[in-house]
């Protein structure tokens, strides 16, 4: 797959540059070559992915935390450390963000975790309930920038909701690609907005190669593949987990931090926005450990984790956790650096762990997480029994979904009892 180059930071025609802010240059995470701002991905030396490269230079932290705290009730209120201009507040977006760090003190006691140490980061509050809103609202301002009328994306389910809702509210035609197999709740979710959807006949790695393919074909031509051709940009979304934890818990780094891995992008950015708060000094320098979670049934990060091994192998998925069933992790190898570094761990839990830990964190939390919020409790749950992770301290486990989405998952969940409407029925069944 060659990079393109469809937009720069120069318009050769109006001499004008491209306004995203504190965003310098896209640079190769491999080999660090740098290239200016524009809708490509892969390194042309080195085929290595490339990420946004900031200029955080003029920021006075304390200058720069009061704006934060200044700014909106979701994502833009860090657009000073994020690849948009700095009016993104003014423009058409479905500004998710600033959702709930929720003290988790009842599953802290199931979990045996020490009071008040435990928190769900609660990321179904977003407006199409999940993460992904995050990331597709910086694609959007990106799309918007480099002068992209059509957005498009493979996806597992919640990113093509996630697309479809900003592209309606942005004023962008939509055309998403998802496999043609996934939960009924996740494509009406997607469909609603109006905008096309298609399912491939395949899994996600192939609805990924057909995109691949059809991002340089002229049938593809002038379309943001929010996760493709616009991914360095769509990827930062991500950072502003690490930021509104960090903030939530009042300006102060959490020690241990479960997330979930699919591609494994959202646990890398969430590792580079908590190294720039320490850098910019709005958190203590202090050790963090960072802990990935998978499905038992897509899980070739934590196998290759456990294994010991650099590279990840490609599995075929087979798992209720739809949302994280990317069986060839482009982060993969990253992620595994990452929990290596730390002093993290990648693990991994069966569908019914997955089960068992919705109904847990619904019982004892009243949080009804899709299966990936099952994935990432019911890894806490194991990693607190091997020791892995450390009770004492700070904790925060992220919920990225809806139930609403995922109900297949606890479809055995029902009524306690059915009686007829008499008292003399209620006492028989033994609820009085
Ligand atoms: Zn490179």
Same mark, same amino acid.
């Given at each position: 797959?060659?990079?393109?180059?469809?937009?720069?930071?120069?318009?050769?025609?109006?001499?004008?540059?491209?306004?995203?802010?504190?965003?310098?240059?896209?640079?190769?995470?491999?080999?660090?070559?740098?290239?200016?701002?524009?809708?490509?991905?892969?390194?042309?030396?080195?085929?290595?992915?490339?990420?946004?490269?900031?200029?955080?230079?003029?920021?006075?932290?304390?200058?720069?935390?009061?704006?934060?705290?200044?700014?909106?009730?979701?994502?833009?209120?860090?657009?000073?450390? !994020?690849?948009?201009?700095?009016?993104?507040?003014?423009?058409?977006?479905?500004?998710?963000?600033?959702?709930?760090?929720?003290? &988790?003190?009842?599953?802290?006691?199931?979990?045996?975790?020490?009071?008040?140490?435990?928190?769900?980061?609660?990321?179904?509050?977003?407006?199409?309930?999940?993460?992904?809103?995050?990331?597709?609202?910086?694609? /959007?301002?990106?799309?918007?920038?480099?002068?992209?009328?059509?957005?498009?994306?493979?996806?597992?389910?919640?990113?093509?909701?996630?697309?479809?809702?900003?592209?309606?509210?942005?004023?962008?035609?939509?055309?998403?690609? /998802?496999?043609?197999?996934?939960?009924?709740?996740?494509?009406?979710?997607?469909?609603?907005?109006? %905008?096309?959807?298609?399912?491939?006949?395949?899994? +996600?790695?192939?609805?990924?190669?057909?995109?691949?393919?059809?991002?340089?074909?002229? &049938?593809?031509?002038?379309?943001?593949?929010?996760? =493709?051709?616009?991914?360095?940009? @769509?990827?930062?979304?991500?950072?502003?987990?690490?930021?509104? $934890?960090?903030?939530?818990? %009042?300006?102060?780094?959490?020690?241990? /931090?479960?997330?979930?891995?699919?591609?494994?992008?959202?646990?890398?950015?969430?590792?580079?926005?908590?190294? *720039?708060? /320490?850098?910019?000094? !709005?958190?203590?320098?202090?050790? @963090?450990?960072?802990?990935?979670?998978?499905?038992?049934?897509?899980?070739?990060?934590?196998?290759?984790?456990?294994?010991?091994?650099?590279? =990840?192998?490609?599995?075929?998925?087979?798992? $209720?956790?739809?949302?994280?069933?990317?069986?060839?992790?482009?982060?993969?190898? +990253?992620?595994?650096? $990452?929990?290596?570094?730390?002093?993290?761990?990648? *693990?991994?839990?069966?569908?019914?762990?997955?089960?068992?830990?919705?109904?847990?964190?619904?019982?004892?939390?009243? $949080?009804?997480?899709?299966?990936?919020?099952?994935?990432?409790?019911? =890894?806490?749950?194991?990693? =607190?029994?091997?020791?892995?992770?450390?009770?004492?301290?700070?904790?925060?486990?992220?919920?990225?979904?809806?139930?609403?989405?995922?109900?297949?998952?606890?479809?055995?969940?029902?009524?306690?009892?059915?009686?007829?409407?008499? !008292?003399?029925?209620?006492?028989?069944?033994?609820?009085?």
């Amino acid at each position: 797959m060659a990079a393109q180059t469809v937009a720069s930071t120069t318009d050769s025609a109006a001499g004008t540059s491209v306004d995203l802010g504190p965003a310098a240059a896209l640079s190769c995470r491999e080999c660090g070559h740098r290239v200016p701002l524009g809708s490509v991905f892969a390194c042309e030396e080195c085929f290595g992915p490339l990420e946004i490269a900031y200029d955080f230079s003029a920021y006075d932290t304390e200058e720069l935390r009061k704006r934060i705290e200044a700014g909106p009730a979701n994502i833009w209120r860090y657009a000073p450390l !994020l690849p948009v201009p700095a009016d993104v507040a003014t423009k058409p977006n479905i500004n998710p963000g600033w959702t709930k760090l929720v003290q &988790a003190d009842n599953l802290a006691r199931e979990l045996g975790v020490d009071a008040g140490k435990l928190f769900v980061k609660d990321d179904s509050g977003n407006p199409t309930h999940s993460f992904k809103d995050r990331v597709v609202a910086q694609a /959007i301002e990106a799309a918007r920038a480099f002068g992209f009328t059509t957005l498009s994306c493979s996806s597992t389910g919640n990113l093509a909701g996630a697309v479809g809702a900003a592209a309606a509210r942005a004023g962008f035609r939509s055309c998403v690609f /998802i496999p043609h197999d996934l939960e009924q709740g996740k494509v009406v979710m997607a469909a609603v907005y109006g %905008g096309d959807l298609v399912g491939i006949e395949g899994n +996600y790695d192939d609805v990924n190669r057909f995109c691949s393919e059809l991002i340089g074909d002229p &049938a593809g031509e002038g379309w943001g593949f929010v996760n =493709v051709n616009l991914r360095p940009y @769509y990827a930062e979304g991500s950072k502003t987990l690490a930021y509104e $934890i960090c903030e939530q818990l %009042g300006w102060r780094l959490p020690d241990q /931090i479960v997330v979930p891995i699919a591609s494994g992008s959202q646990l890398t950015k969430i590792d580079k926005g908590l190294q *720039e708060l /320490i850098k910019l000094g !709005l958190v203590e320098d202090k050790p @963090y450990r960072i802990f990935g979670a998978q499905a038992e049934g897509c899980s070739p990060v934590s196998t290759a984790y456990k294994a010991g091994h650099d590279v =990840v192998r490609p599995q075929k998925p087979n798992t $209720i956790a739809k949302s994280l069933a990317i069986g060839n992790p482009a982060d993969g190898p +990253y992620v595994l650096d $990452i929990a290596r570094r730390t002093g993290g761990a990648v *693990e991994d839990v069966t569908d019914e762990q997955v089960v068992d830990a919705i109904k847990l964190l619904a019982r004892t939390e009243g $949080i009804f997480a899709e299966t990936a919020g099952g994935v990432t409790v019911g =890894v806490t749950r194991k990693l =607190v029994e091997s020791g892995a992770l450390d009770p004492s301290l700070t904790t925060v486990v992220l919920n990225t979904g809806d139930g609403l989405k995922t109900l297949d998952a606890v479809a055995g969940t029902g009524m306690t009892a059915t009686i007829r409407p008499s !008292l003399d029925s209620f006492r028989e069944a033994g609820l009085a």
